[in-house]
């Protein structure tokens, strides 16, 4: 799945998905609601799922965010995602949490292989290498 399913709307904000973005516990959100759930909270560590309630540590823009990654507003976006993804993504020290991310970033490289015209992107790849070790 290169995005959310069409008939689902943000947990957040209830509306379409703007700049939709999926955890690594798989569910999506615009990529602005869930910055700002993590700006509500601590910004000095990782923010929970609001359906779940999991720690996020992997935040994976959709296909079509990266397409529009040339808008002014997306690419701010997008940088905070990065932002958060090099803040949080290599913290994964407890083997639950890493057993916990497995599905999700075997499911997003199964997909890969499935696919060879899309490209992985690189932080995917060091977590399912970081999380096989």
């Given at each position: 799945m290169d995005g959310p399913p069409g008939n689902d709307c943000c947990a957040i904000c209830h509306g379409h998905f703007n700049?939709?973005?999926?955890?690594?516990?798989?569910?999506?959100?615009?990529?602005?609601?869930?910055?700002?759930?993590?700006?509500?909270?601590?910004?000095?560590?990782?923010?929970?799922?609001p359906l779940c309630r999991r720690q996020i540590t992997l935040l994976v823009p959709g296909e079509a965010s990266l397409r529009e990654r040339n808008d002014p507003n997306v690419a701010e976006v997008l940088g905070k995602i990065e932002r958060y993804n090099h803040?949080?993504?290599?913290?994964?020290?407890?083997?639950?949490?890493?057993?916990?991310?497995?599905?999700?970033?075997?499911?997003?490289?199964?997909?890969?292989?499935?696919?060879?015209?899309?490209?992985?992107?690189?932080?995917?790849?060091?977590?399912?290498?970081?999380?096989?070790?």
């Open positions: 700049i939709a973005c999926q955890a690594n516990c798989s569910h999506w959100f615009c990529g602005d609601c869930i910055m700002l759930v993590w700006h509500h909270g601590s910004v000095l560590q990782p923010c929970k799922c803040l949080f993504g290599g913290n994964t020290s407890s083997l639950v949490q890493r057993m916990q991310d497995l599905p999700f970033l075997l499911r997003r490289l199964l997909r890969e292989i499935m696919d060879p015209q899309r490209s992985l992107p690189v932080v995917i790849k060091a977590r399912v290498y970081i999380a096989v070790k």
